[in-house]
């Protein structure tokens, strides 16, 4: 069974940088699109970015333009998402998924808090 793993989250003083790290349980990772979501208190889930199995980044939130770097590596069926500049609005609980998303491949998430 395919599972997502995020990790890496924690709390940040605005300013700050994190690095989110998604393990895959098996190579399916590999040949598929894979994107980082977030949902922050009383809001829908968004897509903030996502990369192309090639590498290829295929899309950035306006919000994190310029702040946020998606990367993977199919060796390591892992997927990253480096964030520097971190402000308070970035507060979320962030998800790695397939893009377009598999429900059954939801995780638990990584939350991330910015704040001083």
């Known amino acids: 069974q395919v599972q997502l793993v995020e990790s890496g989250g924690g709390l940040v003083q605005p300013g700050g940088s994190l690095r989110l790290s998604c393990a895959a349980s098996?190579?399916?990772?590999?040949?598929?699109?894979m994107g980082w979501y977030r949902q922050a208190p009383g809001k829908e889930r968004e897509l903030v970015a996502d990369?192309?199995?090639?590498?290829?980044?295929?899309y950035y939130a306006g919000s994190v333009t310029g702040r946020f770097t998606i990367s993977r590596d199919n060796a390591k069926n892992t997927v990253y998402l480096q964030m520097n500049s971190l402000k308070p609005e970035d507060t979320a609980v962030y998800y790695c998924?397939?893009?377009?998303?598999?429900?059954?491949?939801w995780g638990q998430g990584t939350q991330v808090t910015v704040s001083s």
């Open positions: 998924n397939q893009q377009p998303p598999r429900n059954d491949l």
């Open positions: 098996a190579s399916i990772f590999r040949y598929d699109n």
């Open positions: 990369i192309a199995w090639i590498g290829r980044t295929n």
